[in-house]
């Protein structure tokens, strides 16, 4: 099992496409007063910039940064050049984002005559001659620590877990190595005295799952090195969502209900494009204090219309927003169901089938004429 993870993937195509960047600290994110960076060179790293660092506290630790717009059209597009050379290889690929994926090598040493590990040193040399970035590699017996194992030495590392040395490996490393303990679980092991994965080692299962819940059975197998999961080379998508951050706080209901209906036509658009129909929406909302606030409701069939989302998140947005104010605004749709039963005419309900035939004419138009030909009245920008 092998895990491959672009090194600053951002930053490395700018930087591969700009060589005058080469010595400088790059950050690529919108520049705007709520923005976040999405990822920075490891020169930045230096200064403490990290990823989903508001951009304000970036500058402030680098203030000779590069500020670079994100281009993911271009990312988009040596992603795939990326995998296509993962399928000279195998398969079975299971993509995590578009800078990360999980290989599954079984196989493949008769078939290429070289081992995994030869396998993969070709291949981080092949995306550095052909594509010009670097990557970091891991390899091991299982999902888990291959990914761990690409994470230790990085950029261009590459490493090797062995299924002997697992437990003796993980037992000195903190419990936030585990795959899935994030700052809340971290801290609540620690306040429960539990710091390293080794002390985990240590624990029953059953005592595991009754203080932690789901999550115990996993801390308990994988500080064991233990993963029975295997590659998904097709993974299907969940939910689609879309959201949107504000430049400034927003409290009034009537432009917050503005700005969700676009958020509602891109979710809808995707819909439509990849043939789904989901029942469970979702909206989110983040307080100017970085609470976020979610709301789903379950429809009795499965929709894509942007005027059902909008009408389904319109009284959850009314009744949260009550004298808060707000920096993001989102809608999603999940529990994907048949496309025939999505918003099939009703006698009890004439809108839905009048909203649909309505959407259908203003597709059919943008198709023809582009996005901004045609819309709502709702969506109109104020003068």
Request: hydrophobic content about 35%; proline content about 4%.
């Amino acid at each position: 099992m092998a895990h491959l993870d672009c090194d600053a993937f951002y930053a490395a195509v700018e930087k591969r496409d700009r060589p005058d960047l080469a010595s400088k600290p790059v950050i690529v994110a919108y520049d705007g007063a709520r923005s976040v960076v999405s990822t920075c060179c490891y020169i930045a790293r230096i200064s403490g910039v990290r990823s989903a660092m508001p951009l304000f506290k970036a500058k402030k630790l680098c203030p000779e940064g590069v500020i670079i717009k994100p281009r993911m059209d271009v990312y988009s597009a040596v992603s795939k050049q990326i995998k296509a050379l993962f399928e000279e290889l195998t398969p079975l690929i299971e993509p995590l984002s578009l800078d990360e994926a999980f290989l599954d090598l079984s196989g493949t040493q008769k078939l290429h005559g070289r081992s995994a590990a030869q396998s993969m040193a070709w291949l981080a040399a092949e995306i550095n001659r052909t594509i010009g970035i670097t990557v970091s590699v891991g390899l091991s017996y299982n999902k888990s620590l291959a990914k761990l194992a690409s994470d230790l030495d990085k950029p261009e590392g590459f490493a090797v877990i062995g299924e002997e040395e697992a437990m003796r490996f993980l037992a000195p490393r903190p419990v936030s190595d585990i795959w899935g303990v994030g700052k809340a679980l971290n801290r609540k092991l620690s306040s429960d005295g539990i710091t390293t994965i080794g002390q985990l080692q240590h624990r029953d299962e059953a005592d595991l799952v009754a203080r932690y819940g789901l999550m115990g059975s996993r801390l308990f197998h994988f500080s064991r090195g233990q993963d029975d999961r295997s590659v998904k080379s097709h993974r299907k998508a969940k939910s689609i969502s879309a959201e949107t951050t504000f430049s400034t706080d927003i409290e009034d209901t009537g432009i917050l209900r503005k700005r969700l209906w676009p958020l509602c036509e891109r979710v809808s658009e995707r819909l439509k494009r990849s043939g789904k129909a989901g029942k469970t929406i979702t909206l989110k909302l983040k307080t100017g204090d970085f609470k976020t606030l979610t709301r789903s409701h379950t429809l009795s069939r499965p929709t894509q219309l942007a005027e059902t989302l909008y009408q389904e998140a319109v009284p959850h947005l009314e009744k949260a927003a009550e004298g808060r104010n707000f920096r993001l605004i989102g809608i999603g749709i999940s529990s994907f169901g048949d496309l025939e039963d999505a918003d099939t005419p009703d006698l009890l309900d004439r809108k839905t089938s009048k909203n649909k035939d309505i959407e259908a004419a203003i597709d059919a138009v943008r198709e023809k004429f582009g996005s901004g030909i045609i819309g709502k009245g709702r969506g109109l920008k104020p003068d």
